[in-house]
């Protein structure tokens, strides 16, 4: 994934949804059984990586499938491919299949019965035992009970950490709680003052999707994976929310957050502490060849309270999948369930995928499956990523997450961070906002 998809993962699409349900019997020509042979439509993400991925599976897939074939086209993307998506909806011109789904969108959709609930489909159990998923799945189940969107990659998040200056103040491998980081932020203002800990302008920005790669990198870890808000319900831990907030008080506090515009703060070695995704890797090796794993950074798991397990430490997984749409009829839906059986009965496909995308399949097995193992010796860098896989959750399943992501910044995250609010009052005043929005 390139970086600026990061921002285009989670932007909420224009349109409304509280339609789209009535035009799911619409216009069901886009895939069709003719001469024994039913075709399904399949949007590919607008990633030119993923339409090679998805066009050569489906063609290998109609080899030995004649029975079956798979149109693959790349989705529109204009304003947003989730505007695409709900317009296409709205026509009655949805594809029987497509990627690019995050959790938040699908709740919309799935709200507005756009989408087919995938447990439903015939083999579904089958398809999460031969992709060996079945704990990363868990994390993905709806607040109705039902499973939307089948994640084809997780990227895991973890914190990057300049080993070289923690070298400096005396450390060889990053801190994991929150005692043991703040006294690396007093080592670290008493030897270099000019240094902070987190140097990141979207610390102190509302803007909804940061808060995936801050406050839910924090939260996922010190409540392990708790759901913050399920159906209509604000369902957020207080005590372990003002744990995290109280942490960050304590790093502003120490004059070890910065918040202002900087040119690359982390690689400049101005900051030495921040979210990196596995996308990054691939981004540092052409543009800072002088980062290196192990030599000059580190990568690390959220650090925690103090007393909890450093080990299976939970965090927050950049994520999105497959969905099949409701409008699909069913000899479309039997044809879908059959192509994704296929897709994923052979780790060699998610092989193909890791290599043309570097985004890791999601998948139970990566660190322990053969058929990876060369991969993950040629590329060290992205193990960490595969190993946090199972534990890593993702974006809540809320059609409303952009609003609620957005108060959490606004009222409790950013006022925090720039030593405005304490965390008391930060908290409740984020959950009486949020409470009220899923009213």
Request: proline share 7%.
């Amino acid at each position: 994934m390139k970086i600026k998809k990061v921002a285009s993962l989670v932007l909420a699409a224009s349109l409304t949804v509280s339609g789209l349900a009535a035009c799911n019997n619409g216009d069901k020509s886009n895939g069709s059984t003719k001469d024994g042979v039913t075709t399904i439509e399949f949007w590919a993400a607008p990633n030119p990586t993923q339409q090679v991925y998805w066009k050569e599976v489906a063609e290998e897939f109609t080899k030995e499938n004649p029975d079956i074939k798979v149109n693959v086209s790349p989705m529109k993307e204009s304003p947003t491919s989730e505007a695409g998506i709900q317009s296409a909806i709205a026509g009655g011109s949805a594809p029987t299949m497509s990627e690019n789904i995050n959790r938040g969108f699908a709740a919309q959709l799935s709200e507005s019965k756009a989408l087919l609930p995938l447990d439903e489909l015939e083999g579904w159990n089958e398809i999460k035992k031969n992709r060996n998923m079945e704990d990363t799945m868990k994390g993905w189940e709806f607040a109705d009970g039902h499973q939307y969107v089948l994640p084809i990659y997780s990227n895991a998040m973890l914190f990057g950490w300049r080993l070289d200056v923690l070298k400096e103040l005396g450390y060889n491998e990053p801190p994991k709680t929150y005692s043991e980081m703040l006294e690396v932020a007093k080592k670290l203002k008493e030897k270099h003052p000019d240094k902070y800990v987190w140097a990141k302008p979207d610390l102190a920005d509302p803007t909804a999707w940061k808060r995936w790669f801050d406050f839910f990198m924090l939260y996922n870890a010190a409540s392990d994976g708790n759901k913050f808000v399920e159906g209509t319900e604000f369902t957020g831990d207080k005590k372990v929310g003002e744990q995290v907030l109280g942490f960050v008080e304590e790093l502003q506090k120490a004059d070890a957050l910065m918040t202002r515009q900087s040119k690359d703060p982390f690689e400049s070695g101005l900051g030495i502490f921040t979210d990196i995704g596995p996308w990054t890797i691939s981004y540092w090796a052409d543009k800072f060849p002088e980062m290196k794993l192990n030599e000059t950074y580190a990568l690390a798991l959220p650090p925690v309270p103090d007393g909890m397990d450093t080990e299976n430490v939970k965090t927050f997984a950049d994520t999105k999948g497959i969905v099949v749409y409701a409008s699909a009829t069913k000899e479309q839906q039997k044809a879908a369930s059959e192509f994704i059986k296929w897709v994923y009965s052979n780790p060699e496909n998610d092989l193909k995928w890791l290599e043309k995308t570097n985004l890791p399949p999601a998948r139970d097995d990566l660190t322990t499956n053969d058929t990876f193992k060369s991969f993950f010796e040629n590329n060290p860098a992205l193990q960490p990523y595969a190993a946090a896989v199972p534990n890593a959750i993702p974006p809540m399943d809320n059609s409303k997450y952009n609003d609620i992501q957005t108060y959490i910044g606004q009222h409790a995250f950013n006022p925090v961070v720039k030593g405005e609010k304490d965390p008391k009052a930060a908290w409740k005043d984020m959950q009486e906002a949020i409470e009220g929005a899923l009213k």
